[in-house]
């Protein structure tokens, strides 16, 4: 698997824009107060699945998020931003890594809405992700392959954004929560192809469009901290 830091010249090619009252306006200056970072947790199954299940174990992987968008209300007004073409984020890096930041003035944000939009980016997949399943006494790899467009919600009450702080926006995917309904049946009838269990739109279909169901379906939880 390629492992894609995110890169200054991908950086070049955000965009940002506001809409106020339904009409749009493009950030000009001003310091990024809000940036958006991916933060994997559940990294084991076996905390969520039984034990006969077997249990997955994931140790790499990168999404590929082409559009955010920050959708709040600020006193009489509905704000909405944007960024595009943030490329590939890997999920499994040492630290964090930042994209998609906006330039948003100080106040008060009501009724905050996050979106991220992931999609397949040349021959990469929108999601992949690498491990080891464990069933029967028995340890294989793993691979899910997410080649098809799907998008994350979250949501958040209020956010006070202070002049001159800036603030990171950090996502959490539930790894475990993605597979937790996959039946003992659809792990031990799984096609290996190579010894490598491959989840994809092409390969063990009923176990990905379970999973994927899961990830379009899942309410993701978002938390603002200090930069």
């Not at 306006?25 to 299940?53: F, I, K, P």
Request: proline share 2%.
């Amino acid at each position: 698997m390629k492992k894609m830091l995110f890169s200054a010249a991908v950086l070049s090619t955000v965009l940002f824009a506001a809409c106020k009252k339904d009409k749009r306006y493009e950030a000009n200056g001003g310091q990024t107060q809000l940036a958006y970072t991916l933060q994997v947790e559940n990294l084991s199954t076996g905390t969520q699945q039984r034990s006969t299940a077997g249990n997955i174990v994931w140790t790499s992987g990168f999404a590929n998020p082409v559009k955010i968008k920050f959708e709040a209300k600020q006193q009489d007004s509905k704000l909405e931003y944007e960024a595009k073409n943030v490329g590939q984020i890997d999920l499994f890096a040492p630290n964090a890594i930042e994209f998609g930041s906006f330039v948003l003035s100080p106040g008060t944000y009501k009724e905050i809405e996050l979106k991220m939009y992931f999609s397949k980016h040349n021959s990469e997949p929108a999601l992949q992700l690498n491990g080891l399943y464990t069933g029967n006494n028995v340890t294989v790899p793993i691979m899910l392959l997410v080649d098809a467009s799907f998008d994350i919600k979250t949501e958040q009450k209020d956010v006070v954004i202070d002049n001159g702080m800036s603030y990171v926006a950090v996502t959490t995917l539930d790894l475990a929560a993605y597979t937790s309904d996959v039946s003992e049946n659809m792990w031990t009838s799984a096609d290996l192809t190579n010894g490598v269990i491959i989840i994809s739109n092409n390969s063990n279909k009923n176990i990905y469009d379970r999973i994927l169901n899961n990830i379009r379906d899942k309410k993701h939880k978002c938390h603002f901290h200090h930069h």
